[in-house]
């Protein structure tokens, strides 16, 4: 189907499925309940689950196909960001445009840093990349601040032209973001006795735009393009002796990870219209590297994954403070509390840096193919026994 | 006219002299055998040719178009393959991919952007590549990891790789270092086949005179940068020059 094998058609579906039925699968738990805290299905977290995706999924087509490690993708992220806040102060509120300009500005940019990068490769070429996107942030927090607003951020304002749209609305308030009138921010609430389930028109326009570019990226998986990616992994000397030209590959494949950073940016842009320096700092491009390493770099659903643990660790793990832990603690004795409190507080909310790094350390070690060999191994366990043929062979990683 | 004329070529690395006044002619659809110890500079002068080094004076013509100043990727594109003296294969893809990407690099020059078809749906150059594989007997072995092949299988993949491209000139650095007898008589009796088949000119640089002795139509000695003599195997196995740069006899 569209061009797919038949394992990647039903992987594709798989993610579908999953993405389009998210509010219902992150809301497991009954609103009032003790767990409700653990629930993820509200907009503006499920957004940033596929709007990471997004972000990691093209960042593993340079890493994970090539190797070149990149550490400034947070750069384009930031510079797609800009693009589309400035499309909503000029042009309109109107998404499409704003995601538009914001992928062929990151893609740009990613040509200029791409092609003076990729003159080395290996360390050097991950400290040029990280040069470039410190300069850039350096440059947005303060000389360029006539574009990008300096330490404030970029934000709409009722003093924006808006050619196309308007420059407040009829109340005085600031319009906001939409989809040929779907407003991003609507979102319908659906009760079903205890539980509660939203949908908003935000997350379905990111999760859309993800399936997209993760159908683009099995295709690019698949074709001899992605093919040549891999051989520049594996010898480059061997690939210049037979013929081909690795540069252009590479550089190919730089900007098309720039550009899915830029859809990223473009998007968060378009869920909450203001961009910060911040989002090109290190941090940023870090944790990128740290989302395509813990799914498993090189797999086609493994940076989706790891973007989803990460983003759920950093908004809710962290919300867990030392009241949340007494009530769950509170029946037992008051000296076993206390205990029990103290020795799991560390690796909770502040802390949840903690576990995180706890738990990446555990898969580099463990499990270098990420969380996907963790699942593929736990799929063997369980085949074991009924066909030998399919547990010698090795599937190829999805 | 040979396909391959090598004129005045000199090399220096610092004070060293590593080619000096090399004039060389590879005949085409010949076997030719560059012999010489250690040092002679066997590996500078293949170095010049596929473009790795560039050489200080002289001329290197492939087929009447000179081969200095060009890259090994545009060289190769000319037509010229070269067999590393250890193997060098893409070691992280499958033994059929590997037969893949001298075939797209063959049809689709340096660089092309081909990211929306599968590879799968490419039929003629799959088949293309299962027939080579089939001349190799690696058939079965199509879906292994190359990285994962015993060394002689990888030898003869990393041949099979070149020869899918069809060059007219094959660069052999030392095919047989390191290998056990056998493999060795396997890899002759395979570059022997190979000649049969094929309209094809190899140039061959070794150590193990046994293998030269095997191929060779020509074997040109050469000694501290310098061809001493160019001739037949026969007339070459009693040549005095040839055993006082071998054994360090006085003639």
């Known amino acids: ?398 | 006219m040979g396909i391959l004329e090598v004129k005045d070529v000199n090399k220096r690395f610092g004070g060293l002299q590593a080619l000096g006044d090399v004039n060389l002619s590879v005949a085409e659809n010949s076997v030719h055998a560059i012999i010489g110890p250690n040092g002679a500079g066997k590996s500078t002068l293949l170095n010049c040719l596929v473009g790795k080094l560039i050489p200080d004076t002289g001329s290197v013509m492939f087929a009447g178009q000179s081969v200095l100043g060009r890259k090994p990727y545009q060289i190769n594109q000319m037509g010229i393959s070269r067999v590393f003296q250890t193997p060098e294969i893409f070691g992280d893809l499958t033994v059929f991919e590997n037969m893949m990407i001298p075939l797209f690099a063959k049809r689709d020059g340096a660089f092309r952007l081909h990211a929306f078809e599968g590879v799968a749906a490419e039929r003629d150059l799959t088949e293309e590549a299962r027939r080579m594989l089939d001349e190799v007997d690696m058939l079965d072995k199509g879906d292994a990891h190359a990285g994962s092949l015993s060394r002689g299988d990888k030898r003869r993949l990393e041949m099979a790789m070149c020869l899918i491209q069809r060059p007219r000139l094959l660069l052999l650095d030392e095919p047989t270092a390191g290998m056990a007898r056998a493999d060795t008589n396997n890899t002759i009796a395979l570059l022997r086949t190979i000649k049969e088949k094929r309209d094809i000119t190899m140039c061959i640089i070794e150590h193990d005179m046994h293998v030269v002795f095997s191929l060779a139509d020509r074997i040109t000695v050469l000694a501290q940068g310098t061809p001493l003599v160019e001739d037949t195997p026969e007339n070459i196995k009693g040549h005095p020059k040839v055993k006082e740069a071998y054994l360090g006899e006085a003639a």
């Open chain 1, 1 to 398: 189907m569209l061009g797919l094998g038949k394992k990647d058609t039903l992987l594709l579906l798989l993610v579908t499925a999953l993405t389009l039925c998210a509010p219902f699968l992150l809301n497991p738990f009954p609103v009032n309940g003790g767990l409700a805290q653990f629930n993820a299905g509200y907009p503006d977290l499920m957004q940033r689950f596929v709007i990471f995706g997004i972000f990691a999924i093209g960042f593993n087509i340079l890493f994970g196909l090539t190797g070149y490690l990149s550490f400034g993708h947070a750069a384009f992220l930031g510079a797609g960001s800009y693009a589309a806040v400035w499309m909503f102060k000029l042009l309109s509120m109107n998404v499409l445009p704003a995601i538009l300009l914001s992928v062929v500005i990151a893609g740009i940019f990613a040509l200029m840093i791409g092609y003076i990068s990729l003159r080395r490769s290996g360390i050097y070429f991950s400290i040029l990349t990280l040069a470039f996107a410190q300069m850039s942030f350096a440059l947005a927090y303060s000389v360029l601040t006539p574009i990008t607003n300096g330490e404030t951020g970029l934000q709409v304002t009722l003093s924006d032209p808006r050619i196309l749209g308007v420059t407040a609305n009829a109340d005085g308030s600031i319009p906001v973001t939409h989809l040929f009138g779907i407003e991003m921010r609507a979102t319908e609430v659906l009760r079903m006795g205890a539980w509660e389930f939203q949908f908003s028109a935000g997350y379905y326009l990111c999760a859309v735009m993800m399936l997209l570019a993760f159908y683009l990226a099995i295709r690019i998986f698949r074709s001899p393009f992605g093919m040549m990616l891999r051989a520049v992994k594996s010898n480059q000397q061997r690939l210049y002796y037979t013929g081909v030209n690795a540069r252009p590959y590479t550089l190919a494949a730089f900007v098309i990870s720039g550009m899915y950073a830029g859809l990223a940016g473009g998007l968060l842009a378009a869920m909450d219209p203001l961009a910060g320096a911040e989002r090109m700092q290190w941090t940023a491009s870090g944790e990128v590297v740290l989302m395509t390493i813990l799914g498993g770099a090189g797999t086609l659903i493994g940076p989706v994954l790891g973007a989803g643990v990460i983003k759920y660790f950093e908004n809710i793990f962290s919300k867990l403070n030392e009241n949340v832990l007494h009530g769950w603690f509170a029946f037992l004795p008051d000296g076993i509390e206390d205990v029990l409190v103290a020795v799991i507080y560390p690796f909770v909310g502040k802390g949840w840096h903690l576990t995180l790094g706890l738990m990446f350390m555990a898969v580099v070690i463990f499990l270098p193919g990420g969380l996907v060999e963790g699942g593929q191994r736990i799929t063997r366990l369980f085949r074991r026994g009924r066909s030998p043929e399919a547990q010698r062979r090795r599937t190829p990683a999805e």
